[in-house]
């Protein structure tokens, strides 16, 4: 999160009016899913609808709440390894207010692209879909980190897509199709 760390809301406003999205109006609540990758494209796409995040504990969950506080998000804080149970019972509670949730669904730590069964529970739970939220970006650069953070280059374009809306029925079903959606529905 280098660029967060030395440019702050500079820099998240400058690739905030790079994205373009493709949204559709919800009129119930949804699960936002999207790659830890494209972590920041994704925070650019449910910034303007107040959703609720999970942001880990830690340090870069600090500072991403931090920066992206005053853009109509709320944060619940936790992850699978720290006060994970909680935060899916708050998360749940969230979607069950009437409150959209979003989540980077490839766990805190990875591996890259190997979606985490966290999203499925709180989907059952809840009784709400997944909405894939997928990304194309014509310039970027990724981390050097393990999911190699993507960062669209200030005045680049990036397009959000929501992707259709997947109801948990069954689990390895759900777990694959999110993946197939998530993983094949954007540009590399």
Same mark, same amino acid.
């Given at each position: 999160m280098n660029i967060l760390t030395t440019g702050g809301k500079i820099a998240w406003n400058i690739m905030k009016h790079s994205c373009r999205i493709n949204k559709s109006?919800?009129?119930s609540? +949804? =699960?936002?899913?999207?790659?830890?990758? /494209?972590?920041? !494209? !994704?925070?650019?796409?449910?910034? !303007?609808?107040? *959703?609720?995040?999970l +942001?880990?504990?830690?340090? /870069?969950?600090?500072l991403l709440e931090s920066v992206l506080s005053g853009e109509g998000?709320?944060?619940?804080?936790?992850? *699978?390894?720290?006060?994970g149970?909680? !935060?899916?019972?708050?998360? +749940?509670s969230e979607l069950r207010s009437g409150q959209s949730i979003g989540l980077a669904v490839d766990g805190p730590k990875g591996p890259h692209g190997a979606i985490q069964e966290g999203v499925i529970a709180i989907?059952?739970?809840s009784g709400c879909p997944i909405v894939p939220l997928t990304m194309n970006y014509s310039r970027k650069i990724n981390l050097n980190?393990? /999911?190699k953070t993507a960062l669209p280059i200030p005045f680049s374009k990036t397009i959000? *897509?929501?992707?259709?809306? =997947?109801?948990?029925e069954h689990e390895s079903a759900t777990v694959e199709i999110l993946a197939d959606a998530l993983l094949k529905g954007q540009s590399r």
């Open positions: 109006v919800e009129s609540p +949804v =699960i936002y899913a999207s790659l830890h990758q /494209d972590m920041f !494209a !994704a925070l650019m796409y449910v910034s !303007a609808s107040g *959703t609720t995040l +942001v880990s504990n830690s340090k /870069d969950g600090n998000l709320k944060f619940i804080r936790g992850s *699978t390894g720290q006060s149970s909680l !935060a899916v019972k708050r998360l +749940v989907s059952r739970l980190n393990w /999911d959000v *897509t929501a992707g259709e809306k =997947i109801h948990c």
